[in-house]
């Protein structure tokens, strides 16, 4: 089955700064790649997802990048916000969703 | 508004209990999904379903059962619950038009087993 790692576990980052988080997964037919964010007490909440056949997307101050042929994909966030510290997911999908194991941001004002 | 539900929100329970957590979905999607998560942790599949009368078991549902007899009603029971139960259980459904659609999830169920 498909195994997704994520890196790095915790992140901090002054307000302002940029984030990068990053995955790898192992299923090349792996065909779709969310990206959530959890707040505390909160529900998961999709904030960007990208497509096999793309290899860029950017919304706003988020953007996601995906290597096929590397099989990584990773999170870029840049200018960073207090309210951007939150745990974040990433997860490669066929018919069934794995998820990476977390990454802790936190933003210093 | 279309969203995923979950009932109760909180459950404290002793153990030995058989508890059934709710989810309904209004969101007109065929695939339905449970996983287990502690707070801000890994979240573990515990069973998923396609569609009605569709169940497969994910990777901890040893002691779990499910049922998927409507499209938008996706029920997780527990037979004998102990305290190793005790997590947040979110319940999460996805489009069936394409494969590659987002998982939206429910605001969970905050089990306690004492």
Not at chain 1, 19 to 47: H, M
Request: charged residues 20%; neutral net charge; aromatic residues 10%.
């Amino acid at each position: 089955g498909e195994n997704v790692e994520q890196h790095p576990s915790t992140l901090s980052v002054q307000e302002g700064d940029s984030a990068v988080i990053k995955c790898t997964y192992s299923d090349s037919a792996s065909n779709y790649f969310p990206w959530y964010k959890q707040e505390l007490g909160k529900r998961p909440q999709l904030i960007i997802d990208i497509r096999s056949n793309v290899g860029e997307k950017k919304d706003q101050r988020i953007a996601v990048t995906l290597n096929k042929t590397a099989k990584h994909f990773s999170l870029h966030i840049t200018e960073t916000q207090p309210e951007d510290s939150a745990v974040y997911f990433c997860a490669a999908s066929i018919n069934q969703f794995y998820f990476g194991t977390g990454t802790s941001l936190t933003v210093i004002p | 508004e279309a969203d995923i539900y979950q009932t109760p929100r909180y459950l404290v329970i002793g153990t030995g209990k058989k508890i059934t957590l709710e989810c309904s979905q209004t969101m007109g999607h065929d695939k339905m999904y449970w996983y287990q998560q502690d707070p801000g942790m890994e979240l573990h599949l515990i069973h998923y379903s396609y569609g009605v009368n569709s169940t497969e078991k994910g990777d901890l549902s040893s002691e779990s059962t499910v049922s998927r007899i409507r499209t938008e009603h996706f029920p997780l029971t527990l037979e004998s619950a102990r305290p190793s139960h005790t997590s947040q259980y979110l319940c999460a459904s996805s489009g069936s038009k394409r494969s590659n659609s987002p998982l939206h999830f429910g605001n969970g169920t905050r089990l306690t087993v004492t």
